[in-house]
């Protein structure tokens, strides 16, 4: 079963979740798809055994061949290659590598060159648990592929946990497809509450089932109960806010193997959304 | 001869732009007959890539001289694709000031762009 935990604003605690339910299961995987800023590995203690570059392809034009027709700049949709006076101009790390430019060109001016966007390391601890993390080049647009190279990585028979990265972009939009459920982490705070609706809605336009984890749970802003109970949402478990939770994330603990009652929080929510 | 001056408001009469790509508006001032035509710069909206986009817009306006500030290192690679030059309005605080300052010599081309994104 593949599990995504996402949460619409950003620290809301996607990474702290993610890892502690990894941390209470057997037979497992994390994928940490959050590749603009990874952070999922300073809570684990794995052997790094493997690195995997992950290449993008983007445009290179023979000005032999080029008529300058501006065919591969109409169809660019990130300005990533532009037909300028004597010659097509391509900036790379625009490119997303979608492949519209060489198919529009009716003169077969382009080829296609590979580099290097970012890698995805791979993680192992005991038999029965793999970690990979990926990893986004500074100056790269979009960590999509890095994305769907991680969500490539087969396993069979065991579960994966996604955490994904925050809001509701195109990157993702690509760590969730093909998962069977969603995790939404969110907490008590207007802006908790605002983001969390927009990932409620891409959840339900992408069929994905989901419950919600109400993390920092007991601050002052209660507007939460009130949009769950509306919409009818399952609220898998609240996490209450305290200062020794904080304590042991700032120290890089792992929350679940320090403190009784936090790790009983996860593993009910692995009994509800596994049923283990 | 046309040039371009990046401005904050739709008149002849605003203030200079101290951005480039995602500049209001372009004010574009033709020496032959001595007017301005003000554009919107729809390269503001852009995601990514807007100095691609903003170069392409002067050039289909044919324009030939630009008047800005710093100018990234993608924008000087397209202006110099499209063969627009940029020059520093430098301490011009409106379009016309900028303007004559060009008209009358005292602006300095730009050669070399601004980077402090990353190393």
């Known amino acids: 079963m593949k599990i995504a935990v996402l949460s619409g604003k950003g620290g809301t605690g996607k990474t702290t979740l993610s890892v502690n339910l990894f941390a209470q299961l057997n037979d497992v995987v994390l994928l940490d798809s959050d590749v603009e800023e990874p952070n999922s590995h300073i809570f684990l203690d794995m052997k790094e055994i493997g690195e995997i570059d992950v290449v993008k392809k983007y445009p290179i034009v023979d000005d032999v061949k080029c008529n300058l027709c501006g065919a591969c700049g109409e169809i660019c949709q990130f300005n990533a290659i532009i037909p300028a006076k004597s010659r097509v101009m391509v900036f790379a790390d625009l490119c997303h590598d979608c492949g519209g430019c060489k198919m529009v060109c009716k003169q077969n001016a382009i080829i296609y060159a590979e580099k290097s966007m970012g890698t995805i390391t791979h993680y192992k601890s005991g038999e029965n648990k793999d970690f990979y993390s990926g990893i986004l080049r500074i100056g790269e647009v979009s960590g999509v592929k890095i994305i769907e190279e991680l969500r490539a990585l087969s396993y069979n028979n065991v579960t994966q946990i996604v955490d994904s990265p925050p809001g509701t972009s195109c990157a993702t939009v690509a760590s969730i497809e093909e998962v069977d459920y969603a995790i939404i982490v969110t907490e008590p705070t207007p802006f908790g509450l605002s983001d969390m609706k927009m990932v409620v809605e891409m959840l339900r336009n992408m069929g994905i089932p989901f419950g919600v984890v109400i993390n920092k749970a007991g601050l002052v802003f209660d507007e939460i109960h009130q949009y769950l109970s509306n919409e009818k949402i399952e609220i898998l478990e609240e996490i209450p806010f305290k200062k020794q939770y904080a304590r042991f994330y700032a120290q890089g603990k792992m929350i679940s193997n320090e403190d009784e009652d936090y790790r009983m929080k996860i593993k009910n929510i692995i009994t509800k959304v596994l049923g283990e | ?119």
């Open chain 2, 1 to 119: 001869m046309k040039i371009a001056i990046c401005s904050n408001e739709e008149t002849q009469n605003s203030k200079v732009s101290d951005r480039f790509a995602r500049s209001e508006y372009f004010a574009i001032y033709n020496d032959e007959n001595e007017t301005y035509e003000i554009i919107e710069n729809k390269a503001k909206f852009a995601s990514g890539g807007a100095s691609g986009q903003a170069v392409r817009i002067l050039s289909d306006y044919q324009v030939d001289v630009v008047l800005c500030t710093k100018v990234g290192p993608k924008a000087l690679e397209a202006l110099q694709g499209f063969e627009i030059r940029a020059f520093d309005f430098n301490q011009s605080k409106d379009v016309k000031s900028a303007l004559s300052s060009y008209l009358q010599n005292s602006l300095n081309e730009i050669t070399s762009s601004h980077n402090m994104r990353y190393k």
